[in-house]
């Protein structure tokens, strides 16, 4: 039954997104979003101007959900831009992890954006600036912090996808490992300007519950 403290859009969005997370890009169904919400199978594109439309207020709608994620976190480190950017990448991860269809090339060009899309989320843009921000105050230039947020780039798309597809070692520890690759981009890029310091990190509660 649908949720009546809610628009129609918005609860036609949720329930898009939770079949996307179950059942991926191969097995999503407008219709199937629409006999869940019990309206007509014409609601989503009446709603959304088509699929198109649609995947575009997914898109938005989780951009805005990761958003709050990454201001709470800005709000609680303030000017440790670094911690900051360590655990917003942390909890982008977990994001990817709990919605694999982002890292599906055929979500991003149904809305013609490609993976490019998620570069232009503002939750994505405000990661992103934490660390341009922790480089700027050590006054490391654009062209090696644009070289080291590479190593974070591939770090996040490529710990979603092991994890998604269950391609962890057995035993693996996931947190663990993240967290030490992680330390090991900064202690790099800190050694090669010649501002290193001692990294104190504390474990993170990395993909629970």
Known sequence: MRDTGRDLKTDLVVEAISQLRENGME?????????????????????????????????EYLDNMLCETMEDIKARWGTDHKRSHLEMNEAYIRFLCENPFLINESFWNTIDEKQAGIR????????????????????????????????????????????????????????????????????????????????????PDYLKG
């Open 27 to 59: 097995g999503f169904s407008a219709r199937a979003v629409a006999e869940a919400c019990r309206v007509s199978c014409a609601a989503p594109f009446k709603h959304f101007d088509g699929r198109r439309g649609m995947f575009f207020a997914i898109s």
């Open 120 to 203: 232009k989320w503002k939750s994505f843009r405000n990661m992103t600036e934490q660390f341009r921000l922790y480089c700027q105050a050590r006054e490391i230039s654009e062209e090696i912090y644009k070289s080291y947020y590479f190593n974070f780039q591939t770090l996040a798309y490529g710990a979603a996808f092991v994890i998604v597809n269950g391609l962890l070692l057995e035993g693996g520890d996931p947190g663990r490992d993240i967290l030490d690759l992680e330390e090991r981009i900064y202690r790099n890029l800190e050694q090669s300007v010649g501002t290193c310091r001692p990294l104190l990190f504390t474990r």
